[in-house]
């Protein structure tokens, strides 16, 4: 009999995984047990008992025994309605909008680029390699601009399928020009993925521009606005394309108590609203409270997160944890010196500027 350990030789994963997976570091997620968690961009508010015990009544008659509705229905027509998306266009949920950043992907054409300007949301290079497909990042200009000019010959170096620009960026946290995004769309047959996870905090959009541009697809995800713990992404655009990247995905991807909940809590959207005007004052607070520590400089934001600037970014790091405040670190996202603090609460963002003072202070 033939031993097929030696058609197939190296250890199981060097036969069996792919080299550009084998090559990846699992996406890491710090433990925040006993900390003031200001590192991942959550709404630091809950919701009014009276809020919450009616959802728990909506909750108990949750049809949790059969599948899901697989298309969402009527979720979507909420969420339609909410952004005002013409029936002529095309809108795709996804668990997450992690979800729908790889069913894109899974669906392009297996030698297609994807690019992005760089620092920005580490999903995009990383579902991009997971999926096997060829990344480039294209380096920001001076002060995070956007150079459409350098993106777009960047792109004509390769076969570009997707661009992704996070409007406001991830970590930088600034909306980017709108004219040097409309270059980019219109310099390119890829499409253009315009991703407003933050608009809440901007109020800017790309949302009602879906006519003009056929290549241009908006996404936007209630996590940063109040309801991470549901995982709840969409996208719009022209139906040609949503219905492809409709075909890539699986057919319950949203529960149950997804659909119901995010239905429930978009009726409450003065709610949410409110939240994140209180988000956004704070912000204003939290970006004096940081400039005026000698030593630091920080980025003025349009999300609900600040980057900043100092010396020995790591041992800060360190220091604000071991005084009790998670924030984020960037050193390991190609941003060495740079450190991302989250807005919470008034109450959380005094525990960190006091700590950070602390730190910063001459011993
Ligand atoms: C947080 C974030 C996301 C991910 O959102 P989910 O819907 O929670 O998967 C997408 N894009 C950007 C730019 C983000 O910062």
């Known amino acids: 009999m033939t031993d097929v350990r030696k058609i197939n030789p190296g250890s199981g994963k060097d036969r069996l995984i792919r080299p550009e997976v084998r090559a990846l570091r699992a996406y890491e997620v710090a433990d925040a047990t006993g900390l003031i968690k200001l590192d991942a961009m959550e709404n630091p508010y809950s919701w009014p008992p009276e809020l919450v015990s009616k959802w728990q009544r909506l909750l108990a008659a949750a049809p949790i025994n059969r599948y899901p509705d697989p298309g969402a229905s009527v979720l979507r027509q909420v969420l339609r309605r909410r952004i005002g998306l013409a029936d002529e266009f095309g809108l ?92 980019v769309i219109r310099g390119t047959d890829a499409l253009v993925v315009v991703d407003e996870a933050y608009f809440p905090f901007a109020g800017s959009t790309f949302m009602d521009r879906l006519q003009e541009f056929e290549n241009l697809l908006v996404m936007r995800t209630l996590s940063k606005e109040g309801l991470a713990g549901l995982r709840l992404g969409f996208i719009a655009g022209h139906r040609s394309w949503i219905d492809e990247i409709d075909k890539v995905r699986l057919p319950y991807n949203i529960n149950c108590v997804t659909q119901i909940t995010v239905a429930f809590a978009l009726e409450q959207s003065g709610m949410l609203a409110a939240q994140a005007e209180q988000i956004r004052a704070s912000r204003a607070r939290l970006f004096e409270g940081l400039s005026a520590i000698p030593g630091i400089r920080a980025w003025p934001s349009d999300a609900n997160f600040i980057l900043f600037r100092t010396h020995g970014a790591n041992e800060v790091f360190d220091g604000l944890r071991r005084r009790g405040v998670l924030i984020k670190n960037l050193a390991g996202s190609g941003l060495p010196g740079f450190l991302r603090v989250t807005v919470g609460t008034d109450e959380e963002n005094r525990c960190f500027l006091q700590a950070l003072r602390d730190e910063m202070a001459p011993a």
């Open 92 to 183: 795709l949920l996804g668990n997450g909008s992690d979800e729908i950043i790889q069913m894109l992907l899974l669906a392009l054409d297996r030698d297609c680029a994807v690019i992005a300007p760089t620092p920005t949301f580490v999903m995009y290079e990383m579902s991009a390699k997971t999926v096997g497909l060829p990344y480039v990042g294209v380096p920001l200009g001076p002060e995070f601009v956007l150079d459409a000019e350098r993106l777009l010959e960047a792109a004509a170096t390769v076969r570009p399928g997707v661009i992704f620009i996070a409007y406001p960026n991830n970590p930088t946290g600034n909306l980017f020009s709108t004219k040097e995004i409309e270059r």
